[in-house]
């Protein structure tokens, strides 16, 4: 059974501390979801951790770090994609975007998931630490 002193320090606790973003830093941080998705697998890479997590349909499943890239490099470049039900929450320096996607390319049937991406802001920069898909068949 929980105390109200315990329940006062778990809303203290920083999670629950949500900050909001400026409109620009909201239109920095969908432009570069958005590009992560039509601009190819080196401007994916050069917004994303080194180390990053990204979960994609299986296959190809859980990929981190370079594993990402030799995935990307088959799979980006998607001619247009469409971003709807798009949310966005902060939490000191994580940003979590969270949409509904329809992409397509050339050749390839129209792509729809649900997506989510995390954030970290490092030094002003923001950069993709995680990235999520699940398929809306």
């Known amino acids: 059974m929980s105390t109200s002193s315990e329940t ?13 973003l400026s409109p620009q830093e909201q239109a920095v941080l969908w432009d ?20 990053a997590v990204m979960v994609f349909p299986y296959p190809p499943g859980i990929l981190q770090g370079d594993q990402i890239w030799t995935h990307l490099k088959q799979r980006t470049g998607w001619r247009s994609v469409k971003m709807a039900e798009r949310r966005i929450m902060r939490c000191q320096d994580i940003a ?37 898909q699940t398929v809306v068949t």
Request: net charge neutral.
């Open 8 to 20: 006062s320090k778990t809303l203290a606790h920083a999670a629950h501390k949500l900050g909001s």
């Open 32 to 51: 570069m979801e958005e590009h992560f998705w039509t601009s190819g697998a080196d401007n994916a890479r050069a917004t994303t951790a080194t180390n």
């Open 96 to 132: 979590i975007l969270t949409y509904r996607v329809s992409a397509e390319k050339p050749d390839v049937p129209i792509y729809k998931a649900l997506c989510a991406s995390s954030y970290l802001k490092d030094d002003d920069i923001w950069l993709r630490i995680s990235h999520q």
